[in-house]
């Protein structure tokens, strides 16, 4: 093991600051199969947390695509079918590098459900599929998806919403007035990147493991948080606010609402 120094651009897992950072980095003996390996140690420069990332990479080349383990594959999260079009859209390329990124700590980026959530259901779903997205793409957004829908159901303002399919409650929600044009956006994207046309079981049966991509598993991830905001956290605050203000208020004698 070698111990080495690099720049590299980095986005902190705790405060989502992203910067250039100077560090040094241990980096792991060669394996035949999975190619090389590193592993940062780097200090945030806005928060100070200190966070561990794993990095691995391998060139495959075109002549060996056949041979490739599928744990390799697997690993790197790419098909052979991913490496013939790569080289058959890129043919003056001989070699195709494949690399994996994965935090050590904490386990992922992305963040644990907010504390106001009062549903047990709804929190361990999603704190599951935050744990497990860097490990399992693919786990992660059946569980996240099981986690949208079953919130959805719960709070969208729609006439026996338990009897929508998760694409219906989805395509509401886009025409709501209380969601920000941004999380509307997200919505939609989730509809896109699902393309339930073509997967109809993530329709049918949203906690059934399908393929994805990470980029899909944590896009379901973002929207949640958005949503647990406007269902879960903003109405707690609000709540304290009132509280705060009737217990002032009647210090003041003063009559409420």
Request: hydrophobic residues 40%.
């Amino acid at each position: 093991m070698l111990i080495k120094s690099d720049v590299v651009h980095i986005t902190c897992p705790y405060c989502n600051n992203s910067y250039n950072v100077n560090h040094n980095y241990a980096a792991l003996n060669r394996d035949k199969n999975y190619g090389y390996a590193y592993i940062r140690q780097i200090s945030c420069l806005n928060c100070m947390r200190k966070f561990l990332l794993y990095e691995s990479t391998r060139e495959i080349d075109a002549s060996e695509i056949e041979e490739i383990p599928e744990d390799v594959l697997g690993f790197y999260e790419i098909t052979k079918n991913d490496l013939f079009d790569f080289f058959s859209a890129n043919p003056e390329e001989s070699r195709f590098k494949a690399e994996r990124k994965m935090f050590i700590r904490p386990l992922c980026s992305a963040k644990p459900a907010p504390k106001e959530i009062d549903d047990e259901e709804i929190m361990q779903d999603f704190n599951e599929a935050a744990m497990i997205l860097e490990v399992s793409p693919r786990a992660s957004a059946a569980l996240s998806r099981k986690c949208l829908k079953k919130l959805l159901q719960k709070k969208a303002p729609l006439l026996n919403p338990e009897k929508l399919k998760l694409q219906d409650l989805l395509s509401y929600m886009t025409e709501s007035a209380a969601l920000s044009t941004e999380l509307i956006t997200l919505l939609h994207y989730v509809i896109e990147m699902n393309n339930f046309n073509v997967n109809p079981m993530k329709n049918e049966y949203p906690a059934l493991i399908t393929d994805v991509t990470k980029e899909e598993a944590k896009l379901n991830l973002d929207v949640l948080l958005g949503l647990f905001d406007i269902y879960y956290v903003n109405p707690a605050k609000n709540s304290a606010i009132k509280e705060r203000l009737e217990e002032k208020l009647k210090s003041y004698g003063r009559n409420l609402l």
